[in-house]
């Protein structure tokens, strides 16, 4: 076999053996090209923590049990690997009693779906040892919040005791795989993208029993689901190198992967899972009978980044190859073992995949992974355009049942919402799908169920999903402040009432009420609500502070530019008045914002939004005072629209502010000439 030409200086574990390949030398870890090759490669101190964890156990098992509210470093890395992350709430420190430290927990969720008793008991647990709120995240899991050290064991093991599991949530290993959640029982397609979300997760979930030693003192929970043969056989495959012979992790080895494997899986035309963010994404191909023949598969997409250090960056996912159905876990193997084996282990700012492929192009890597693979790929086959759906409102399964998407405000469940939903879940047993924008879908709905279903939920203030603007509709946010550890700024807590100002900010310039825009928020660079393939991304970059990304489109399959920095909250409205001032005077008709921008170019866009502002300046006077919105005659919205809890946060009590927003935020006043206020005129 002819391998790859590497630099001198390896560090790390020799490449897994097998009967076929023992003349190869290939190392785990790959040497930077800077600095020089005649230096020993360099690991990151993360690496040697997981080297010597015993496969993820210690230090984690002695330091849960004793009596400090927190973990060390080398524990709070092993931790991730279990589903888990050691969090500071900002905003219970006190003075002299430090950080305020707790756990967020998340699940591994494959494809979403969750039976009616998982649900139910995350509920519980939200209630018993988090914070009261129940978040859905953007990979369809659950997480708690506010988690004690103390309670750490009871949460996780009832999680596993009622059929869920943490394993794999976080960590360098394969995350939650994400699938195309509707619940269409007549389309062959989607039944199978969830099937398969199950069984990439389950060749890819650690082996070792650590997890079970950790959360149920070595006791394996039994699962009413059993492992699908061929995931089994087909892990255990190692004729091509992809495994560690005799190791209680055959794919990951002690070291695991350098970063996180993100895994996405869908149909033709459907990229409700944002398929080209993922590290590899899965197309399920069948014939017009609907009988699986194999799958498309993209490689190299990835959202996080650092500001200012431009080696980083965030990645749209290339078209791969194709692979017939009987190959497909052999294919995932030889992908994952490519980025175990050379994925920089030196620097976990260029750990991720997409940085391999960006350093050796796509046709090198190919020709490793087929390596690993044991023989040539076939051509990706042609797709049709790629659409996004996000589910929401009624529809029909294709056997005689309803399903029902229910929008949840950035994917906190809280408050009387939370108890609404409940009380339809608990009342007919229903089980749930978490999409992959952060919103929950009730599957097997007798229709009979419908009327009161919709009364229960409405009178949580759950409205149906046609009630929200569409902008809301479609725009993500992280949970950002104050728990997140990388959080700069506010995301979760402040978008929708930036949500709210972009409306009256689109109206004013005489675009449409209902003209779509697909928006996205995170407190950091990191990209979690994957902001770099929204039309219109704030990347938080500092106190109040946002970096502005345009371009992407509404289905998702294209990256945004970054446009300006250090836009503050203060200074936005103008901002957005400026800029959308601009597109509506140079649209083409019918076209969207994102396709505006990426059509003209960011300097034109500039430009023109310098046009626009000079103008708006040489009008100044008079001006009239606005209130989180657009101007008006009354200080409410222009267009009617609410703030995003249905109330004015201005000069709102500082819980009030925390609820609805996030304090600082609320309660700003500025002065907008009457120039961009010609819908307020109209109103009055």
């Avoid at 050290?149 to 995350?175: E, I, P, W, Y």
Wanted: glycine share 8%.
């Amino acid at each position: 076999m002819l391998l790859p030409t590497q630099p001198s200086g390896l560090a790390g574990l020799n490449r897994p053996s097998s009967a076929s390949n023992r003349r190869a030398t290939i190392t785990n870890v790959a040497t930077p090209t800077k600095p020089p090759t005649s230096r020993s490669a360099k690991r990151s101190k993360v690496e040697i923590i997981k080297e010597k964890s015993d496969y993820l156990r210690h230090p984690l098992m002695g330091e849960l049990v004793d009596d400090k509210p927190n973990i060390s470093e080398e524990a709070l890395q092993l931790m991730k690997f279990h589903g888990s992350y050691q969090q500071d709430d900002r905003e219970k420190r006190s003075f002299g009693s430090g950080k305020a430290y707790m756990f967020m927990m998340r699940t591994r969720q494959p494809a979403g779906a969750s039976d009616n008793q998982l649900y139910l008991v995350m509920d519980d647990l939200a209630d018993k040892f988090g914070n009261g709120t129940l978040r859905l995240t953007t990979r369809q899991t659950y997480q708690l919040h506010g988690v004690l050290k103390q309670d750490l064991k009871s949460v996780f093991s009832t999680v596993l005791k009622n059929m869920g599991s943490t394993l794999g949530a976080c960590g360098d290993v394969n995350r939650n795989v994400l699938a195309a959640c509707a619940p269409y029982k007549n389309k062959p397609e989607y039944v199978l993208a969830q099937k398969y979300a199950n069984d990439f997760a389950d060749l890819l979930a650690p082996q070792s029993g650590a997890y079970y030693d950790v959360w149920l003192d070595g006791a394996k929970y039994v699962s009413v689901e059993k492992e699908n043969p061929k995931v089994t056989t087909d892990r255990a495959f190692n004729k091509f190198g992809t495994n560690f012979e005799n190791s209680p992790e055959p794919i990951y080895g002690s070291q695991f992967l350098p970063r996180k494997f993100k895994i996405a899986v869908t149909v033709p035309g459907d990229n409700s899972v944002d398929l080209f963010t993922n590290d590899l994404g899965v197309i399920v191909i069948c014939n017009p009978q609907g009988e699986l023949q194999g799958f498309n598969l993209t490689v190299g997409g990835g959202m996080g980044r650092t500001h200012r250090n431009n080696d980083t960056f965030p990645r749209i996912a290339d078209p791969f190859c194709y692979v017939d159905k009987d190959d497909i876990f052999h294919a995932v193997k030889a992908i994952v073992a490519t980025q175990r084996d050379y994925g920089r282990r030196d620097d976990r700012r260029q750990a991720r995949l997409k940085y391999l492929i960006h350093e050796w192009g796509l046709e090198k890597f190919r020709s490793v992974v087929e390596q690993y693979y044991g023989k040539k790929f076939e051509a990706f086959k042609p797709m049709p355009k790629w659409e996004f759906f996000d589910y929401l409102g009624w529809g029909e399964q294709g056997d005689g049942k309803l399903f029902y998407g229910v929008y949840v405000q950035n994917g906190r469940v809280k408050g009387e919402g939370k108890k609404a939903l409940r009380a339809v879940i608990e009342k007919y047993n229903i089980p749930v799908t978490i999409t992959v924008n952060q919103n929950l879908i009730l599957r097997e709905v007798d229709p009979a169920w419908k009327e009161d279903i919709v009364a229960t939920l409405a009178a949580g203030g759950l409205k149906d999903a046609s009630e929200w603007d569409s902008i809301e509709r479609s725009s993500m946010a992280c949970p950002a402040l104050p728990l997140c550890g990388l959080a700069t700024t506010e995301s979760e807590r402040a978008l929708p009432d930036i949500n709210v100002r972009i409306r009256a900010s689109m109206v004013n310039a005489g675009l449409p009420v209902d003209e779509h825009l697909v928006v996205r928020m995170t407190g950091c660079p990191n990209g979690c609500s994957r902001p770099y393939v929204a039309e219109l991304g704030f990347v938080g970059d500092g106190p109040n502070s946002y970096q502005i990304w345009l371009g992407g489109n509404k289905s998702q399959t294209r990256m945004a530019e970054v446009y300006a920095d250090r836009i503050k909250v203060r200074d936005l409205d103008p901002f957005l008045d400026s800029l959308f001032g601009a597109f509506a005077n140079n649209r083409k008709s019918n076209e969207g914002f994102g396709d505006w921008v990426s059509r003209v170019g960011l300097e034109s866009v500039r430009e023109k939004q310098q046009q626009v502002r000079a103008a708006i300046e040489a009008k100044a006077p008079p001006s009239v005072e606005v209130a989180n919105g657009a101007p008006s005659s009354n200080g409410k919205p222009a267009n009617g629209a609410p703030s995003s809890n249905g109330k004015s946060l201005v000069g709102a009590s500082s819980a009030e502010a925390h609820e609805g927003g996030p304090a600082g935020l609320q309660g700003q006043r500025m002065l907008l000439p009457t120039c961009c206020s010609k819908v307020a005129r109209q109103a009055s």
